[in-house]
């Protein structure tokens, strides 16, 4: 996820960048969507406030983001004798991921410094989504190698609660994961964001 609060801010930016810049296999089963949101606004300001008012609602943080990555985790494990042991016989998971994004309604009536700003931005945020949803397919493929490469217990009670426990140490990584991924993007925003306009505009310029 990305922060509101962005295309105000961005405005100014990008009055900086461009004063120099004047023209001159038996795999994990992994499925991928996308969704959109409308947003309105003909100003920085009203994009922000359209995107804090119309963006997807995070349940983990109770706020609204300019875009979002829906993951939801599914699989199954069967289990078979081994001798006097209970061993994982199969286990497959599963991985649907739906990304989130914006659609500005008034793009093509936008001045160019804002349709700059707008499509910098709106590129990044889809990028971001992108990477939370390769971070899951990489955690989901690394649990089903995992739970397969588990050792046989005594019996299958004691099979299935080893799974469970594989599952939810897999799960609790995953979510660390996501979680830094966001921290570093969140750290590196301005930076990235003044490096992305002005190569913007240095293609525009040539």
């Given at each position: 996820?990305?922060?509101?609060?962005?295309?105000?801010?961005?405005?100014?930016?990008?009055?900086?960048?461009?004063?120099?810049?004047?023209?001159?296999?038996?795999?994990?089963i992994?499925?991928?969507?996308?969704?959109?949101?409308?947003?309105?606004?003909?100003?920085?300001?009203e994009?922000?406030?359209?995107?804090?008012?119309?963006?997807?609602?995070?349940?983990?943080?109770?706020?609204?983001?300019?875009?979002?990555?829906?993951?939801?985790?599914?699989?199954?494990?069967?289990?078979?004798?081994?001798?006097?042991?209970?061993?994982?016989?199969?286990?497959?998971?599963?991985?649907s991921?739906?990304?989130?994004?914006?659609?500005?309604?008034?793009?093509?009536?936008?001045?160019?410094?804002l349709?700059?700003?707008?499509?910098?931005?709106?590129?990044?945020?889809?990028?971001?989504e992108?990477?939370?949803?390769?971070?899951?397919?990489?955690?989901?493929?690394?649990?089903?190698?995992?739970?397969?490469?588990?050792?046989?217990?005594?019996?299958?009670?004691?099979?299935?609660?080893?799974?469970?426990?594989?599952?939810?140490?897999?799960?609790?990584?995953?979510?660390?994961?996501?979680?830094?991924?966001?921290?570093?993007?969140?750290?590196s925003?301005?930076?990235?964001?003044?490096?992305?306009?002005?190569?913007?505009?240095?293609?525009?310029?040539?």
């Open positions: 996820m990305l922060r509101m609060k962005t295309i105000a801010r961005l405005m100014a930016l990008a009055a900086i960048v461009s004063a120099p810049l004047q023209p001159a296999s038996a795999e994990t992994t499925s991928k969507s996308f969704a959109y949101f409308s947003v309105g606004g003909r100003t920085a300001a994009l922000d406030e359209e995107l804090s008012k119309r963006g997807p609602m995070m349940k983990h943080s109770g706020s609204r983001h300019p875009g979002a990555t829906r993951i939801k985790w599914g699989g199954s494990v069967t289990y078979v004798r081994r001798g006097e042991k209970c061993a994982v016989g199969d286990a497959k998971v599963t991985l991921t739906q990304i989130v994004l914006p659609r500005w309604k008034n793009r093509k009536r936008a001045t160019p410094s349709a700059l700003i707008w499509d910098t931005l709106s590129a990044d945020i889809k990028r971001h992108e990477r939370h949803a390769e971070i899951a397919r990489s955690h989901a493929r690394a649990l089903e190698k995992t739970l397969k490469a588990l050792r046989p217990e005594s019996d299958c009670e004691r099979m299935q609660a080893r799974v469970d426990r594989a599952t939810a140490d897999a799960v609790s990584k995953h979510d660390a994961d996501q979680a830094r991924f966001d921290k570093v993007e969140s750290k925003f301005n930076d990235r964001m003044m490096r992305l306009l002005t190569h913007r505009l240095k293609s525009q310029a040539e």
